[in-house]
């Protein structure tokens, strides 16, 4: 929300963290988090000093929305077996491990396919 909200700025304008918690009805000390994380993967720029603030590190079509989640939740896996090096004592029984990984590598297309540019698309037309 808050990379869309600065996005909506005007040239030059910067978005301060306690504008956005206090728009978004967000404790700042959790967006202040956010905003820095984001910040360290570049996804914005933040400017020091009394008139400082954020603004986007680059456009919302260069934002993939799987990095934004990356970065503020760690690797996106929907179960614990689809990471790297997890022992499941099931796994010589389990019965559904290929569906699951079939969608574990379907989410990740589509997540990692989705541009927060493209989100500005669906809300233009309306999409749940």
């Given amino acids: 929300m808050s990379l869309l909200h600065i996005a909506d700025l005007t040239e030059g304008e910067l978005a301060t963290s306690r504008e956005i918690a206090d728009f978004y009805h967000i404790p700042p000390e959790i967006l202040g988090k956010v905003l820095q994380v984001l910040s360290k993967e570049n996804m914005l720029i933040s400017i020091k000093g009394v008139k400082g603030g954020y603004k986007l590190g680059r ?46 590598d379907q989410l990740l297309k589509f997540i990692y396919g989705l541009s927060l540019g493209s989100f500005r698309t669906m809300q233009d037309a309306g999409a749940p």
């Fill in 59 to 104: 456009p919302l079509d260069d934002i993939v929305f799987g990095n934004v989640i990356e970065a503020l939740e760690g690797p996106i896996h929907i179960t614990p077996c689809t990471c790297k090096n997890y022992v499941c004592e099931q796994e010589p029984q389990c019965n559904i491990k290929e569906p699951v990984f079939h969608f574990q």
